[in-house]
């Protein structure tokens, strides 16, 4: 079909009207925080920008039902090759279009190179794959030579500046009569050398933008959109310039988008799936302004500054009151430092468990009546489009507080559901025969609890319960959850209170020493797949991110024991005891599921995602990606040292911190997932605005220094918790990047073990939903899970592969993360054989 002939006009243009076309990629919603920087103030993000992807409609259903109301076109990058038309889908034919229209069209890494490809450019794999590494770009020609009066891509640009580079293929050469080079790689990039696996310069001169001569179609090889990148926000703006003048001619279809052309937006449609299974209807208001029927919380704190013990308040507290308790909840924050301790039990009269498998699309709920039994009280087919995290989230809808009988609790959790969402909750094609595995997410709902703020002075112990009278559900079952007179609810208030002053005036037995040394038990994990099998792995994924299908893949194992038996709550307890003795963890948990014989022991390092309110109107959502560690020497004791050799460790330890702040590999593995987060985050943001107040910190502890990036967004209005935590998983630490072609990869790669390759709880999250409104999540590392029937402990580790990765080095970090948990489990086992348990 021919393109349409435009006819002129002296109008105002008003607000550009783009196409952004995603090619499956983990940064393209990075370019429409771009793009929306450039609209004029009040325009919405939803009325004036369109995203799809590549494959989404027809090449008809694009070039006849969207294109005659577009302005301008934007081709992100993505995995693969634009020769596959798998990897570019029908972005081929809309270059082609654009360039009859005169529609203009700027392409971005992959869009860039599908350019040259349409126009003969040869496109072909670089000496050297560049990923997640800042590079210097000198522009080499001026556009004003081509088309007379046009603005220029690069106005306002400086001749040399830095960019990030994510690419394996690039632009080779191009045919001089239609295509003009704008910029080239200047200076070096970071190679490893395969002779001594060692990283070294190595000089890069790759074609890093064109443009065709007479048309306004641009390309460029980096990426503008990513946070290290330098004028990005300018190029993009430089862009809109450039369609304002080939369009302020264009007659317009329509003087505004149809809206019947809007819905076929991403995120438009995104939208609406949301709301059309969210328990406050799909007219967009708040999620948490149209529920009703909710729950009411009563809430008494106390003072615990009597405590004498030592320093594990949390501890020695959670072991007194639920150290016994046949179904134990206990999100700790074990470290020093450490903010709050959520001690609970599933099994209470207004607590039931929630479970889902993937595959089977039906929701289990079941209400815990003893140590080692359940009773089934529902069962919930998913039906058409609903997924468990819709579901999900229209019981979190139904279960919040109304309004608080007392002073609500300066705390992020107060009740709620607590539980995990396993890896394999992104896949909904990888269901599993195996029968012994834990569900793929259960959460339970806690009626009642005790947190204990560890950052107040002195701290305090929070004692709350949910109370649900006139409460209103969609579900029978729900009903049946927290305390249904408030008279009951108090009461159980009053025991805990005192109870927990009793514990105060009880005598603190001495701490006992738990030391490495102590630590006699020769247990032994054996790994899913072997070192040479592992190291195989890393090459096969090398020559992946070689061959430009990934960035970045993050490879993992799981290390299995089937000695340590864990029968019950108290034994698993224990084996979390000596784990967090161990490897105390900020965002440490157990949970035990003795109907099922199995549990999780945290220790875990990294927040995945928290969910919190500036005020009475802004919802927030913030995420802490952890990439970059290195172990710190030994702090010699003041006392038996000279004042010469403690500055000497000073200067060491500053050392060590800076040289991994510059390390290259580990720069580019943070700065992957950074940009990786935006992108989930962009999904989800009001006004697609994602803030990146801390980039690549430094964050020391006691025994290790880590390189921590901070990603903040203010949550769209009609964002429930489950939504925010549903767009961003799984952890993109955990996965790598692109997301989807990534977790594609790893499943082939994994399941090649002989074992499934299934991840299970570990590279999930673990966390919260509070009934307030707040959620927490950790990412699950460092991780023990007890399975078929409390005989095996599965301990996951892993780590990111780039282009730069060392396969021997991969493997010893491998071992290192194991060796987090390990001394732990050897512990328990040891004090299992004595018949001795941690109290």
């Excluded at 995104?270 to 999620?287: A, E, I, L, P, Y």
């Excluded at 290790?704 to 901070?710: A, D, E, G, R, S």
Aim: glycine share 8%.
């Amino acid at each position: 079909m021919p393109a349409p002939t435009f006819t002129s006009s002296s109008a105002s243009l008003g607000p550009l009207r783009t196409l952004l076309v995603d090619n499956y990629d983990s940064y393209t919603l990075n370019l429409l925080q771009l793009l929306v920087q450039q609209l004029p103030a009040g325009s919405s993000v939803l009325d004036n920008i369109i995203v799809i992807r590549n494959d989404q409609y027809s090449w008809t259903t694009v070039r006849d039902f969207i294109l005659p109301h577009i302005d301008s076109v934007v081709i992100s990058p993505g995995p693969g090759s634009p020769d596959r038309k798998d990897d570019f889908g029908m972005c081929d034919d809309l270059i082609r279009y654009a360039h009859m229209a005169g529609l203009p069209a700027l392409g971005v890494c992959l869009g860039h190179q599908g350019i040259a490809a349409a126009f003969g450019g040869n496109v072909q794999q670089c000496a050297v794959p560049v990923h997640g590494q800042t590079s210097r770009v000198q522009l080499v020609a001026t556009e004003q030579e081509t088309v007379t009066g046009e603005p220029g891509l690069f106005d306002g640009v400086p001749n040399l500046f830095k960019v990030v580079r994510y690419h394996s293929l690039a632009v080779s050469d191009i045919p001089n009569e239609q295509l003009l080079v704008l910029a080239r790689a200047a200076g070096t990039v970071k190679a490893l050398d395969p002779a001594t696996n060692q990283i070294i310069d190595v000089e890069s001169r790759e074609i890093m933008a064109l443009r065709h001569r007479t048309q306004p179609l641009f390309g460029v090889q980096f990426h503008p959109e990513s946070i290290c990148s330098e004028y990005g926000a300018r190029i993009l703006q430089n862009f809109g310039a450039i369609s304002r003048h080939h369009r302020n001619g264009v007659i317009r279809a329509k003087p505004t988008l149809p809206a019947d052309v809007l819905s076929l937006s991403l995120l438009a449609q995104d939208n609406r799936m949301w709301q059309r299974h969210s328990f406050n209807g799909d007219d967009g208001t708040s999620v948490y302004q149209k529920v009703g029927g909710m729950m009411r919380l009563v809430c008494e704190a106390v003072d615990l500054s009597e405590y004498t013990g030592d320093d594990d308040i949390g501890g020695d507290l959670f072991g007194y009151l639920y150290g016994n308790d046949p179904a134990p909840i206990w999100l700790d924050s074990a470290s020093t430092g450490g903010g709050m301790s959520v001690m609970a039990s599933a099994q209470t009269t207004g607590s039931l468990t929630v479970r889902y498998s993937v595959g089977e699309r039906r929701v289990k709920v079941v209400r815990l009546t003893s140590a080692n039994s359940s009773v089934l009280v529902g069962d919930d087919a998913l039906s058409g489009d609903e997924t468990f995290w819709t579901w999900m989230q229209a019981i979190v809808d139904q279960t919040r507080i109304s309004e608080s009988s007392t002073e609500p609790p300066q705390c992020s959790f107060q009740c709620g559901w607590v539980g995990y969402f396993g890896y394999e909750m992104s896949q909904a094609d990888n269901a599993s025969d195996c029968e012994d595995r834990l569900p793929d997410a259960q959460l339970t709902f806690v009626d009642r609890c005790v947190v204990v703020d560890h950052k107040s002075k002195p701290p305090r112990a929070f004692v709350m319960a949910l109370v649900a009278d006139n409460y209103q559900s969609s579900q029978s079952w729900m009903s049946e959850l927290g305390f249904h007179c408030p008279n009951d609810a108090s009461a159980w208030i009053s025991r805990q209170i005192s109870s927990i002053r009793l514990w105060l005036t009880l005598p603190r037995p001495k701490p006992k020493s738990v030391s490495k040394a102590a630590v006699s038990s020769a247990v032994t994990m054996e790994p899913d797949i072997s070192r040479d099998d592992y190291v195989a792995a890393i090459a096969r994924a090398k020559q992946w991110i070689a061959q430009g299908e990934s960035y970045e893949i993050c490879l993992t194992t799981q290390f299995r024991h089937s000695g340590a038996t864990v029968r019950s709550a108290r034994e698993m307890l224990a084996l979390y005891k000596c784990m967090r003795r161990h490897n105390p963890a900020p965002y440490g948990a157990l949970l035990w599921l003795g109907d099922i014989g199995a549990g999780v022991a945290s220790c875990s390092p990294e927040r995945f995602l928290c969910t919190f309110q500036k005020d009475t109107r802004e919802r927030w959502v913030e995420m802490k990606p952890i990439k970059g560690t290195c172990r710190r020497l030994p702090r010699p004791d003041a006392r038996l040292c000279s004042p010469s050799d403690l500055e000497k460790w000073e200067r060491d330890d500053e050392q060590r911190a800076r040289q991994l702040q510059q390390d290259a590999k580990e720069r580019a593995e943070n700065l992957m997932i950074v940009d990786l987060i935006r992108h989930d985050l962009n999904s989800i943001a009001h006004n697609a605005n994602v803030q990146v107040p801390q980039l690549m910190a430094i964050e020391s502890y006691a025994s290790v220094h880590q390189m921590v990036t901070t990603v903040r967004a203010q949550l769209r209005s009609s964002v429930g918790d489950v939504a925010a935590l549903a767009h961003c998983f799984p952890p993109g630490s955990m996965t790598g990047a692109p997301k989807l072609r990534t977790v594609r990869l790893l499943k082939e790669l994994e399941a090649a073990n002989g074992k499934g390759g299934r991840r299970g709880v570990y590279s999930g999250c673990l966390g919260f939903f509070s009934a307030h409104g707040q959620a927490d999540w950790s990412v699950v590392i460092r991780t023990a899970v007890v399975d078929q029937g409390g005989s095996r402990v599965s301990v996951g580790a892993g780590g990111a592969l780039t282009i730069l990765s060392d396969p021997s080095a991969e493997w010893a970090e491998v071992e290192t993360k194991l060796q987090s948990v390990l001394p732990g489990i050897r512990q328990y086992c040891d004090d299992r054989q004595k018949g001795v348990f941690i109290d």
